[in-house]
């Protein structure tokens, strides 16, 4: 008997419909047509030792598997269970009116438990807009799952319960989805800017980056605090619209990064890659491509500690996502794009041994090696950050600096939201721009007019310090930002001012002694 089963398979952060035809005719072959990969095959072994759990085995006759469309390259474990349900039911062991109206998604291990897949939200996704009234799948995999409205989910521990499901032996009821208000409140207690002591002036400056979006970088000795402050910015970002949260928690589902029990992942995502990373690992790939670091840090923020150490190459590769906001991965079987828009923070010394600048510690480094080791990151990266700032250790006194006086994330969060919406407004009509920094040349002379005071300001400053033109640019963007903040419409000297502040490595002095 000839049984079609719905399925999917992951395609880039989306799900691509695979219907699994099982026939059972004389013979002796089991056939598995439809370009399946390895992991497919190697799924007959564990579909049999699963099936022997509960009494039933593949049948010693020509079992014919077609997984269609036959051109799209098909991955992964995923298909056991719709394999299992498919030949149970090609092989009249299985009778049920759900079989037409159901996706079915999971790993099976060789005892006939469900595994937890990759990529469940979008199939689920996928099912839904395929008018299927539910999606059978691991319980492990129910909850992100849930997040889909309009199909029913069912999460499951054991192909046996599923089959019991299937003949309506068993009730059961189908995972609600549960918000727990989860958008409103999105930070986490154990990052929080109460706990950033002094600092004032670096608050301040990743209050602006938060605020326009702008890429930072951080310079400054070991232990001056660079890692705290960083892992605090998604924290003061405004909370993630669902659509953001949405594509968030496609990809890490696709990725395989979903905590058992979420949902959705409503807080901006912070990720912090090692500089030994591989390049795959950060930009994404794999014959089937898997999203990096850099999609991995969508719609939250990338930090990339110690940013002289990545190699040329990698940080070379960062341009492009940092340009485009997606990554494009090219293979034989087509190309795929995933979403890549982060918030770049950056860190590092400020000089080889970490001392230059330092209140008292002595620099072991002369003129020479600090302008090398600049060197580095000057070009290919340095050009797509909008503000640079020196990070010195927090004073001792301000160490003892009491609780209450410290301004919470939550606080300067409100002030970020204020200063965004100021940015919404202005780029109602510019598709795809929803952030100052964002602007290009054309947007700035548009929406960053500068009276003449300003204008002279600004270009005595950059000749001094002997700017680029880009550069020019960015510090009008940054003074939009520090503008929006104070809910001002015209950018006064004073905002100018405080953008070149953050422009410490376009000083030519850097490294002087
Ligand atoms: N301003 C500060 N307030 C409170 N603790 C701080 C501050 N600066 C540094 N620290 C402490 O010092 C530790 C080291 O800081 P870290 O962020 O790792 O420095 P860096 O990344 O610059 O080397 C932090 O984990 C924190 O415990
Ligand atoms: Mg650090
Ligand atoms: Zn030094």
Redesign the pocket.
Known sequence: MLVKILSATIYGIDALLVTVEVNILNGAKFIIVGLPDTAVRESQQRIDSSLRMIGERIPGKRVIINMAPADIKKEGALFDLPLAIGILAANEKLESNMLNSTMFIGELSLDGTLQAIKGALPATIAAKEAGMERIVLPVENAAEASVVQGIKVYGFRKLEEVILFLRHQIEIEPTPFHNNGMMANTNSRDSDFA?????EQAKRALEIAACGSHNILLI??????????SKRLPSIMPPMTEEEALEVTKIHSVAGYMENGIGLITQRPFRSPHHSASESSLIGGGSIPKPGEISLACNGCLYL?ELPEFRRHTLELLRQPLEDREICITRVHGAVKFPANFLLVA?MNPCPCGYYTHPTHECSCNEWTIKKYLAKISGPLLDRIDMHIA?A??EID??AQSDEIIENSATIRERVIKGREIQTYRFRNDKGIFCNAQMDSAMIRRYCKLTPECSNLLTRAVERIGASARTYDRIIKVARTIADLKGNEKIAPAEIAEALQYRCLDRNNWGDR
Request: charged share 25%.
């Open positions: 706990d950033v002591r002094g600092q400054g000795s070991p232990g001056a605090g660079k890692t705290m402050l500690d860190s990070v250790p927090v301000k160490m």
